[in-house]
């Protein structure tokens, strides 16, 4: 069964720093899986803002995003992060870790691209 697991959100003003870590229980590591983050405002529909693979692949980044956040992987922790610098209020949400052995070119950000999702952790950034 795969899993995976957020953690590191939190409260933190304009300007400041987070660490998202997403633990990925999975058969991932033995193959090259699409692991991706996406956020969630209320109110708002679900957006894809960073995109990595499990075993080396490029990374990706929703423009909103760029230059600001960094998604890396620790392997042999099995684990994928999500540091964000520079947080504005525009980034608060609820963060999500997703995951997929086969994700089509080009629809990286797409929800239902993805099978396996983590709970979800809540990022908020005050003014």
């Known amino acids: 069964q795969e899993r995976l697991r957020e953690s590191g959100g939190g409260s933190v003003q304009a300007g400041g720093s987070l660490r998202l870590s997403c633990g990925v229980s999975?058969?991932?590591?033995?193959?090259?899986?699409?692991v991706a983050w996406f956020r969630q405002a209320p109110g708002n529909e679900r957006e894809g803002v960073a995109r990595t693979t499990t075993l080396g692949g490029w990374s990706k980044y929703a423009d909103s995003v760029k230059g600001r956040f960094t998604i890396s992987r620790d392997n042999p922790r099995d684990t994928v992060y999500l540091q964000m610098d520079s947080l504005t209020p525009e980034d608060t949400g609820t963060y999500y870790c997703?995951?997929?052995?086969?994700?089509?070119?080009?629809?990286?950000?797409?929800?239902?691209?993805?099978?396996?999702w983590g709970q979800g952790t809540q990022v908020t950034v005050s003014s």
């Open positions: 999975t058969s991932a590591w033995n193959q090259d899986w699409n």
């Open positions: 997703a995951a997929d052995p086969s994700v089509p070119d080009g629809h990286w950000f797409r929800d239902w691209a993805y099978k396996y």
